[in-house]
Structure formats: structure tokens, C-alpha cells
């Protein structure tokens, strides 16, 4: 994979449940300013369609599963998340999409930065445009 990259996390599980943590600066790499939920996805919605200028993100599926489609304008990657101890890192610049989510898909997202819709580059061909710029 070199588009995103897989993070892990160690199981802190035991004979009482589940537990994984997930902290800033130490497995997570950049300081978290927001977290967000993705849930209750139906099985044929596609979201994202996005990149961000700036931001970075770490997305972790706790609760089943989707698909992460990754694009830096020259690869594309497909992820599928399954797992609260494996987390994809997804630097600025890349275009995503999610999809195949299953029903109890709960996709946690950590980021580096605020919401700000002016970080966002909603259209493909402004992706491809800006990252082309950015290269020269
Ligand atoms: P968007 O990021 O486009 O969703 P997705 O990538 O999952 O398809 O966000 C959907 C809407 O929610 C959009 O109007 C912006 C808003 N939003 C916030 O207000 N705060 C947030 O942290 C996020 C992620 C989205």
C-alpha cells in the first residue's frame, strides 16, 4: 500500500471485552483536534468524493466493515476496514471514497484539524489540478 497506510494498534482485550486506545503523538501521528461517526450507512450509499488540502485523518472501523477507495491522482488503492486495531492514515491530497459499508459499520475518523469546508476540494478535476500544481 503507499497511497494510505495501515497504523496498528495494540489489543488491550481480555477475558471482560474488547479495548483498544487509540492516543495523539503516540499511535496516532499528528495532535487530534476533532473526531467524527460514520453509522447507520445503508449498504448502497458511496460518501466522501473529497480530498482535503490540509487535513489528516486516521479512520478505524470499531464495528463492521466498509471499503476505503484511495486516490493521489497517479495510484488509486482499495482498503477494506474490518478492525478497531488496524486504523488507515490518510494524509492531505488524497481523494477517498467509502463504500460497501456493512449495516453495523461504526467507521471512526480522527483528525488533525477543525471542520473547515474551505479545506476541502469537492471536485475531481480541481484534485487533479491542485495536485499538479503542487508537484511543479
Ligand atoms: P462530508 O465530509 O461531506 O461527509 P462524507 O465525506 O462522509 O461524505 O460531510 C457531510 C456534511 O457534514 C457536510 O455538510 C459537512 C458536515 N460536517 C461537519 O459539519 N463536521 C464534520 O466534522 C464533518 C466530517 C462533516
Known sequence: MSVGKFLSFED????????????????IPFHIKRIYCIYNVSHNAERGFHAHRKLEQVAVCVSGSCTMLLDNGKE????VLSTPYK???????????????????VLVVLASELYDESDYIRNYDEFLKEIEMGSR
Open 12 to 27: 488491550l482485550s481480555d477475558s471482560r471485552g474488547g479495548l483498544v486506545s487509540y492516543e495523539e503523538s503516540r499511535n
Open 76 to 79: 488509486k488503492e482499495s482498503i
Open 87 to 105: 486504523g488507515l492514515y490518510i494524509g492531505s491530497n488524497i481523494w477517498r471514497v467509502m463504500q460497501s459499508f456493512s449495516k453495523d459499520c
